[in-house]
C-alpha cells in the first residue's frame, strides 16, 4: 500500500438518468484532475427519485450505470465505487437489489455489494420511508478488494453505518480503508452522519470514505451532503459542506500503522 489521494463524490442526483450521469462524469473528473487514484459515487448517484419510477427503469439504470462504471474506470485510469443503485430482481420483477459495485482500472468489476439492512423508518419530520417495498435485502456480507496499491478496501451502503457488526466483519477481513457511500436523510443527517462515521473509523482504525447525496431531490426528499473522508483516529480530513463538490484527502499507509500502533483495539478484543 502506498500513499494516495482518495476522492468522495457528492451529488444532487434527480429523477433523471442522463442528467446524473453526466454531473457524475465532470464530477469524476474533477476528482482526477486534483490526483484522487480511488474515487467513490453515492448511494443512487444515477437516479434518486420515487420509488416506483426507480424500479420502471431498474433495468436501464442497471445497463447504463454499469458500462458508466468500467468506462470511467478505464478512461481515468482510477478504481471506482458506484455507492448504489438498483439491479433487477430475476426471480422477483416487483424488487431490485440495491448494489454497490467496484471497478478497477482495467474496468473489472472487483466487488459487488447487495444493501442488507434497508431503511424501512419513520423520520421524526414526518416523512415515511419504506425501502424494502421496492428492494431485496442481500444475504451475503460484502467482501474485501484486496489491492497492492491501495490497501485493503471494505463495502457497506448508507443504512448499514448504524450496525457496527458488518464493519467488524470487513474489520476482522483486513479491511484498512471502509467505504460508506450514502443518501441519508437531511433530519437524520444532523444529528448521527458525523458521529457515526466517527465511530466507524475509530473502532475498526481504518479510513472511511463517504460519498454523499445532498440538497433536494424531488418533492420532500432532501438529503443531508457533508460527503467525508475520516482518519482512523477519526480526525475529518475533508468535507464537502452543502454543495455538489469532492471531498479529497490523502490515505496514508504509515498513518494507518502508527494510530493501530499507538491504539491497538483490534488486538484487545474479547468477543469477535
Known sequence: MKPYLAAAIQMTSKPDLEKNLIEAEELI????????????????????GQEADKLAQATVIAQRTEKFLKTMAQRFQITILGGGFPVPVVEDASKAYN????????GQEQVRYQKIHLFDVD?????TYRESSTVMAGVNLPSIYHSEDLGNIGIS????????????????????ILFIPAAFTAFTGKDHWQVLLQARAIENTCYVIAPAQTGNHYERRYTHGHAMIID???????????????????????RLQQVRQQMPSLQHRVFV
Open 29 to 48: 473528473e474533477l476528482a482526477v484532475r486534483k490526483g484522487a487514484e480511488l474515487v467513490g459515487l453515492p448511494e443512487n448517484f444515477a437516479f434518486l
Open 99 to 106: 448494489t454497490a459495485l467496484l471497478v478497477n482500472p482495467s
Open 123 to 127: 423520520v421524526p419530520d414526518g416523512n
Open 157 to 176: 451502503i448508507c443504512y448499514d453505518v448504524r450496525f457496527p457488526e458488518l464493519y467488524r466483519h470487513l474489520s476482522n477481513k483486513g479491511a484498512d
Open 232 to 254: 482512523p483516529w477519526g480526525v475529518i480530513l475533508a468535507d464537502a459542506g452543502h454543495q455538489p463538490g469532492v471531498a479529497i484527502a490523502e490515505i496514508n499507509p504509515e
